[in-house]
């Protein structure tokens, strides 16, 4: 079954530092999202991407947050300088045209110290 | 900001029962809803969707009920298994039928635990 990839599956950063998660979605997909979870809170969202462009983004997603895709294959998330704050899973997803299951990667876990 | 509500945080099943796990939601643009179950350390997995135009859906052990009047949805689990302990959330989003739905809202999950 088609899966969605995460690297790395945990990142350890120093404050102040930029980070780069990686996602590989489904290759057929067209609709991409980063979600995240904070420690014993819900999942939430944070962009989603479709036909190279951001489609929406939450107000968590602020100018120290970026995404790309930059070969097609690969879709990133870049925190460009990180808090505290930032540390959570961060979830990678995609969907097919007209088809809602949405797939989820098995997640970065990122620790912000 | 919880659109989405899954007022029991946990709940435990004897196995062979029934599970039943609720989710009310505020927002009344919300047209498709879905439920995922998810185990630490890995990311949620779909199990069943249900669109505003339908009041049950059904696949396998999994069936899914929606009360658009009361804005609420359940899952129900039968027989519920010990291999089906997990978080279970419900999600919803808006937009299925103008074909410009994006992200999912999130309930906070219930842990279900199905003992022996």
């Known amino acids: 079954e088609p899966e969605v990839t995460q690297t790395p599956s945990h990142q350890v950063t120093q404050m102040g530092q930029e980070v780069i998660l990686r996602c590989v979605p489904i290759?057929?997909?067209?609709?991409f999202y980063w979600y995240r979870q904070i420690l014993g809170q819900k999942v939430e969202f944070l962009v989603s991407?479709?036909?190279?462009?951001?489609?929406?983004k939450s107000e968590i997603f602020d100018d120290q947050f970026s995404v790309e895709r930059p070969d097609g294959s690969n879709f990133t998330l870049k925190i460009r300088s990180t808090k505290l704050e930032d540390s959570a899973m961060y979830f990678c997803?995609?969907?097919?045209?007209?088809?809602?299951?949405?797939?989820f990667g098995s997640g970065t876990r990122l620790t912000v110290v | 900001d919880q659109q989405v509500k899954q007022n029991s945080p946990s709940l435990s099943v004897q196995e062979g029962r029934i599970s039943i796990l609720n989710c009310d939601y505020t927002?009344?643009?919300?047209?498709?809803f879905l439920w995922y179950k998810k185990y630490p350390a890995e990311g949620p997995t779909f199990l069943i969707s249900?669109?505003?135009?339908?009041d049950k859906n059904e696949d396998g052990r999994f069936t899914v009920f929606l009360n658009k009047s009361a804005k609420h949805l359940s899952l129900h689990i039968v027989p519920s298994q010990p291999g089906d302990s997990a978080v279970y959330f419900c999600?919803?989003?808006?937009?299925?039928?103008?074909?410009?739905?994006?992200?999912?809202?999130f309930g906070t999950g219930t842990r279900l635990q199905v003992t022996l």
């Open positions: 997803a995609s969907r097919a045209q007209g088809y809602y299951g949405y797939t």
């Open positions: 290759s057929n997909h067209l609709y």
């Open positions: 991407f479709y036909n190279n462009e951001i489609s929406e």
């Open positions: 927002n009344s643009m919300f047209d498709y």
């Open positions: 249900i669109s505003s135009i339908k």
């Open positions: 999600a919803a989003s808006g937009g299925f039928y103008t074909g410009t739905a994006s992200k999912l809202t």
